[in-house]
């Protein structure tokens, strides 16, 4: 089986992010964690059937954000090759990149495209199915387990009300990945910077349009609530709660 | 990218056991079982230290990783203590197991969890690393970080002490008490990462050496003379194998520092009424062999009772959080009902003690949730011993 | 100076040397050296027909030299000096280089293995022409010998040396003599009663006339050398007079402590004894001793009722430290070994809980005139159920002692026969291998096996009274990986019996300084030679005997005490030494009297001439070091076959190119 997976990177948010200004200050990049799944299941797959798995790293030709480690670390898990995409404006809304992937994916022949359900930034969940409409292929989001069965896939994914169904897949397909598997295999850093090392990471470009559609007005952090303790024996506390209550309209 | 055979997963454990320090001790292995009986989990692992030999010995170290015995480890090092042999089987046998499972890819979640983070963030819980030095916004008295200029002492609170909730309530007491000593101090602060200990044992010999080269890189801004830290796990690290990589301070372990200012220490004690008992973590007493200091600092303080448990100095039992134990909890929770931290505080609350003082930060976590896991809490309560020595100078 | 002819002799060593040294090419190189006028090769030199050549070759050509090329000297100089002196020449004009262990051993070069033997050929050449002729002398040996230990070990060579009309003096710092045997109860493989067959020849001892036992003492120094020793015994005052006691016990009865309060040294501590007392009652000397710690006379507290009551009026409370001087001219150290500290293991529990015993104290309670009449009891006095022997305690341990102790496992064995059979407890033997190998030792193992001993694999973790379950409660629970079954066991015993290894007894580094031994790591006395002189040492003159020399059990030490005994009588009947002329001498005229040589000497062989002011050699204490001679600042001391000229000349020959 030939089989892509769709790597992207987001903001790191353990690293605080600060707004100052309406600005995002600069911020550290991660991999996005619903594509370190796409890839895992990717390798899952290569193991299970052969075959083999490139994994396209996606970046903005104008952001600080770097590819090559998350780009290293899936060669080191068991992909065979590792492309780094830089796009002009790549944009927030998926549809521009969407369509520029599709024209790229295009000649490559790929039997399955993997892509995390969505990414943290956008938070559209859009990639997997508008790659679908762009490039006429079917697909299934939501994606826990994959198997093969002659020219089609099996998969299993995850339904509304804790309700679990089974989907048979036509090959050529796009499928958005919720978590591989298993669990995300380690890599130990030793092995990662010796990958990172010797690893040949191709580059490709892809131009896309201005878009101009949407526009960011400002970044801002919700106001904190005030909290108030109430402090007191239990009736007085009740009495300042209904007071409370009072004052703010809901009694 | 998996180990692709048998002879060469020998071959892997055997390079790293070569670069650990009589890791090749392991062929006067007598087959005798002292590291099995003295084991927490000798009972309930499938390959004891012992086996673990055979296995290497029989090339069937795949058995040995699917059982998973490598994990059911605390890094106590009572069979390296014990070993009539004197083979390192908690720097060497383990850990080299570990690396296996590592390069295999799988090991338990949860550690791999603490693992990446702490190759991310510097830490193992997924918190920022600026936040590292947030706790000195908690005290009410200046801390100078060495980045701004040199001092006699560096304070290393590590991750537990940094982030914490709990065990940071152990830095501020340390730091406090280094305040009212008048000492000249700094810390890192945020260019402090995880010192690294637990990487190691863990088998995560790779990243250990990345923080190694970090925190040194970081000692270098400014000269100070010596450590001091409140991490048992720290302390080892830093006095035994930073010096591996040119490191070569000395390094106290801060029960160490409080016995070496024990006379100005008792002109500020005020009397405390308390029946102690003490628990010998096992990096500062088995692996480092301090038992004395601990001890003459809490006899030092007047009103204090202190009463020792059964099993002292270099046979008290682990509290299972080193190397790695404290990221192993629900994978060990599988093999064992008891946890070793449960049964300890059970000897400790027979001493008829109310006070169980510890000097290992991991300590503070294991035994108040043993506390609650044993329906004790209340009737014993768990202090790190600065914290007994900041109540008495109070 | 005769004309100087050298002979140059080339051994091939079978293969051990012609394999890697070019024969043919050294003995044509040899033939060109100054003065030599005869080279050969064979192929094993020290067998009959090569000394034949070389005795050949003095007799029909004259030669007055002879230079060896084979192995090293400390395995042939003997054989080929005495060679050429059977063929007239005087002895020291031999010279032996090793091309062997020097040489062929060390390298498979061919090349340079050949040019190294050409070197120390020339070399040997060179010196062996300043070699000159000496003078072996002798000295007389005196016939009595100092036995240093009175147990099993030191009564055997007694015996054997007091037989063969030998004076013995033997010496023994405890008030009797007996050792560690006579605390036994019974011994292995046999299970012979140990007194039985000890206090016999203990009585024969105390009665032999040709035995003066000197108890309650030790050997305090050592001068002489090897048929002429000068011996100071310190003898502790016991209180008791020997020459009058007759060993009734009436002192020791109507003592004024009418309880006995103060710890037996004898019953391992378990048991308890009064001020004044007799270790045991088949005691050799069969006379009291009083010890001034607890004695309450010594701080006026008593009017000395044993002294009132004794009607031989043998207490005597002057008794003052003695010291006697003896001349002796060999000795024999069966100094023994005492039984590892269990303490120094706390994990074990010796010390910590009641009911963990060494195997010494379970020794005693099951001798009958020990402190449980032979009673094997817990400290509450119950019987014991269950009973735990822990194998190799501070044996084959790096932390402790590395080597294997050798009887414990035997004597385990045999302690889980006896109290087994005194309690019909349950008892588990708890090992790591089992040692089993001498005579009838395998056979008595699977005796005891069939007695349903239990015998477990795995080497003890910990014994702790900490019950994880009902049926621990109470109990010292023993937790040990059985390693033939791969699981942690836990057993409950009531009672645990460690079995405590050997180290050398507690002055044996007093004994090795004062008697210049040496010592193995473990501080064991080292002999001569492991298999060819084993009960000599490098002092000669001076012997060892049984445990001193390494763990031993009493069939071993026994063979090994009469061995030193029949050693010491061979130089006793030969009656004089030779002693090795290369022994350093100081130059009179030369000597300045700085003294230096003294300070420096290892062998207390110098003595300073106050008349003439200068140093003296004792050439029959000189050891020819050539420590002084390194020294002397000006020259005056020098040393037989190692002369400047001699070291020089073959110097010399090493770096010739």
């Known amino acids: 089986m030939k089989i892509c997976a769709i790597l992207r990177t987001v903001p790191d948010l353990v690293e605080e992010i600060e707004v100052i200004d309406d600005e995002i200050e600069p911020f550290a990049y991660i991999a996005n964690e619903r594509d370190e799944h796409a ?68 000649d490559k022949d790929y039997d399955l495209i993997l892509t995390g359900i969505q990414g943290i930034d956008a938070f559209t969940g859009m990639l997997g199915p508008m790659l679908s409409v762009y490039m006429e292929l079917p697909f299934t989001g939501y994606v826990t387990s994959v198997e093969a069965e002659d020219g089609t896939v099996k998969v299993q994914k995850e339904l509304g009300g804790g309700l679990l169904g089974e989907f048979r897949v036509k090959l050529p397909a796009i499928l958005g990945i919720v978590s591989a598997e298993k669990p995300l295999r380690f890599v130990p850093l030793a092995k990662l910077r010796q990958v990172m090392k010797k690893a040949e990471i191709e580059e490709d470009e892809l131009e896309i349009p201005e878009f101009e559609g949407v526009q960011v007005v400002k970044y801002y952090e919700p106001e904190k609530p005030e909290i108030v303790l109430l402090e007191g024996e239990p009736e007085e506390v009740a009495d300042k709660l209904i007071e409370a209550f009072k004052e703010i309209g809901v009694l | 990218m998996e180990l692709e055979s048998e002879s060469e997963m020998l071959e892997t454990y055997m390079e790293r056991l070569s670069e650990i320090q009589d890791g090749e001790k392991y062929k006067q292995c007598l087959q005798c079982g002292t590291c099995g009986g003295s084991c927490p989990y000798g009972i309930v692992t499938k390959f004891t230290p012992r086996k673990m030999i055979l296995a290497v010995r029989a090339n069937i170290i795949d058995e040995l990783l699917e059982s998973g015995a490598q994990w059911l480890c605390t890094s106590c090092y009572s069979c390296s203590f014990r070993c009539p042999s004197q083979i390192p089987l908690t720097d060497g046998i383990i850990p080299a197991a570990r690396e296996l499972s590592l390069l295999e890819g799988n090991p338990p979640e949860e550690l791999a969890r603490a693992l990446m983070n702490t190759a991310r963030y510097g830490n193992p819980f997924k918190e920022s690393p600026k936040k590292r030095d947030r706790w000195v916004k908690e005290v009410d008295f200046e801390i100078k970080t060495l980045a701004d200029g040199p001092a006699d002492v560096l304070f290393i609170p590590e991750c537990f002490g940094a982030y914490h909730r709990r065990c940071k309530e152990v830095t501020k007491a340390m730091a406090e008490i280094f305040n009212r000593l008048g000492t000249d101090f700094a810390i890192l602060g945020r260019d402090e990462k995880c010192i690294g200990d637990s990487n190691r044992l863990s088998g995560e010999f790779g990243l250990f050496e990345e923080l190694v080269e970090k925190n040194i890189k970081a000692m270098e801004k400014n000269p100070f003379s010596r450590i001091v830290t409140i991490d048992a796990h720290a302390f080892h690290s830093l006095r035994s194998e930073y010096p591996r990589f040119g490191f070569s301070k000395p390094v106290l372990h801060h029960s160490e520092f409080l016995a070496e200012n024990l006379e100005t220490l008792k002109e500020m004690f005020s009397e405390l009424e308390y029946i102690v008992t003490y628990h010998d973590s096992c990096y500062v007493g088995r692996r480092n062999g301090i038992y004395d200091a601990p001890r003459d600092v809490i006899r030092a303080i007047p009103g204090v009772e202190f009463v020792e448990m059964k099993r002292i100095k270099e046979n008290a039992l682990c509290c299972g959080g080193g190397g790695g134990g404290v990221w192993l909890d629900s994978f060990i929770k599988e093999f064992m009902k008891e946890r070793p931290a449960e049964e300890r505080v ?47 100078i109070r | 100076m005769d004309v100087v002819k050298i002979g140059v002799y080339v051994c091939h060593c079978g293969r051990n040397i012609a394999e890697t040294v070019r024969i043919n090419d050294i003995v044509k190189f040899a033939r060109k050296l100054p003065n030599v006028v005869v080279a050969r090769d064979y192929r094993y030199l020290c067998a009959d027909p090569g000394q034949d050549m070389i005795k050949k070759d003095i007799e029909e050509l004259g030669i007055n030299r002879v230079v060896v090329a084979a192995c090293s000297p400390t395995l042939h100089e003997a054989t080929f000096r005495k060679a050429i002196r059977d063929a007239g020449l005087n002895p020291f004009m031999l010279y032996m280089t090793s091309i062997r262990e020097l040489d062929s051993w060390v390298t498979d070069d061919v090349k340079r293995a050949t040019e190294k033997a050409r070197d120390f050929v020339r070399a040997a050449v060179n010196r062996v022409t300043f070699h000159e002729e000496l003078e072996i002398k002798t000295a007389d040996i005196n016939p009595d010998v100092l036995i240093i230990g ?57 009665s032999h006339p040709n035995i003066t036992l000197i108890t309650y003492s030790e050997v305090i120094g050592v001068d002489g050398y090897v048929g002429n020793f000068k011996v100071k015994v310190l003898k502790k005052p016991r209180y008791v007079r020997e020459d009058l006691c007759i060993g009734c016990p009436v002192c020791v009865e109507d003592c004024l402590f009418l309880d006995t309060l103060y710890p037996s040294e004898f019953d391992e501590e378990i048991g308890r004894r ?372 001699q070291i020089l000349a073959e110097v010399e020959g090493v770096l010739e190119e």
């Open chain 2, 346 to 392: 059970r000897e400790a609350a027979n001493t008829g003690a109310d006070i169980l003082v510890t000097s290992c930060i991991l300590d503070i976590p294991m035994f108040e949730d043993a506390l609650k896991m044993t329906g004790l809490e209340g009737q014993i309560v768990v202090k790190d011993i600065c914290e007994l020595v900041l109540e008495a």
């Open chain 3, 150 to 206: 009175g147990g099993i070990a030191g009564i055997s060579s007694a015996l054997v040396l007091a037989e063969a009309n030998i004076r013995v003096y033997l010496v023994e710092k405890e008030p009797t003599i007996g050792g560690h045997m006579a605390k036994f109860d019974k011994t292995f493989p046999t299970l012979d009663c140990a007194a039985c067959i000890l206090t016999p020849k203990m009585s024969a001892v105390g």
């Open chain 1, 39 to 106: 890839v895992e299941e990717a390798v899952i797959l290569k193991e299970r059937y052969g075959g083999s798995v490139d994994v396209i790293g996606i970046v903005d030709e104008d952001s600080e954000e770097e590819i090559e480690e998350p780009l290293a670390m899936a060669l080191a898990k068991g992909a065979d090759r590792a492309i780094k995409l830089t796009m002009s404006n790549k944009s927030y809304r998926r549809i521009e990149q969407a369509k520029a992937l599709a024209e790229y994916f295009k």
């Open chain 3, 274 to 645: 009064k001020p004044i007392y007799i270790p045991f009652p088949q005691a050799v000397p069969l006379v009291p001793v009083i010890d001034p710690d607890s004695c309450i006379y010594f701080k006026g507290k008593c009017p000395g009722f044993c002294k009132d009551v004794c009607e031989w009026d043998a207490i005597d409370f002057n008794q003052k430290e003695e010291i006697l001087e003896l001349e002796v001219g060999t000795i024999i150290t069966a100094t023994g070994y005492r039984t590892f500290d269990a303490k120094k293991i706390p994990r074990y529990g010796y010390g910590i809980y009641d009911n963990v015993y060494t195997s010494l104290q379970v020794e005693r309670m099951l001798n009958s005139t020990g402190p449980t009449g032979g009673e094997v009891l817990l400290a509450d006095g119950r019987k014991p159920e269950k009973i735990a022997i822990i194998h190799c305690v501070g044996s084959r341990d790096k932390n402790y002692n590395e080597y294997c102790s050798k009887v414990c496992c035997m004597y385990s064995i045999k302690l889980a026969h006896l109290v087994k059979e005194r309690t019909g407890a349950e008892v588990f033997n708890f090992y790591i291998d089992i040692r089993a190998a001498g005579k009838g030792y395998e056979e008595f193992y699977r005796r005891v096996m069939d007695d349903e001993v239990y015998f477990i694999r795995g080497k003890v973790a910990e014994v702790t009274d900490l019950a994880k379950n009902e049926d621990e409660e109470g109990k010292l629970i023993v937790v040990a990986e059985d390693t033939l079954l791969g699981r942690v066991r836990r057993i409950p015993v009531d009672m645990v019996i460690l079995s405590v290894g050997l180290e050398p007894a507690k002055d044996a580094e007093k004994v090795k300084n004062m008697l210049k031994l040496s010592t193995t790591e473990g501080g064991w006395f080292l002999e001569k030679h492991i298999k060819l002189a084993p009960v000599s040492t490098s002092t000669d003159g001076i012997f060892i005997a049984g445990a001193c020399h390494g763990p031993k059990d009493i069939p071993d030490t026994v063979a090994q005490a009469e061995a030193a005994a029949g050693e010491a009588l061979s130089l006793i009947k030969k009656g004089f030494i030779e002693l090795e002329p290369n022994v350093a001498f100081i130059t009179e005229e030369k000597c300045s009297g700085c003294k230096q040589c003294i300070e420096v000497c290892p062998f207390s062989a110098i003595f300073f001439d106050e008349e003439k002011g200068i140093s003296v050699v004792n050439a029959a204490l000189c050891r020819g070091c050539g420590t002084c001679v390194a020294t002397c600042p000006s020259g005056a001391a020098k040393q037989y076959l190692f002369r400047d000229e």
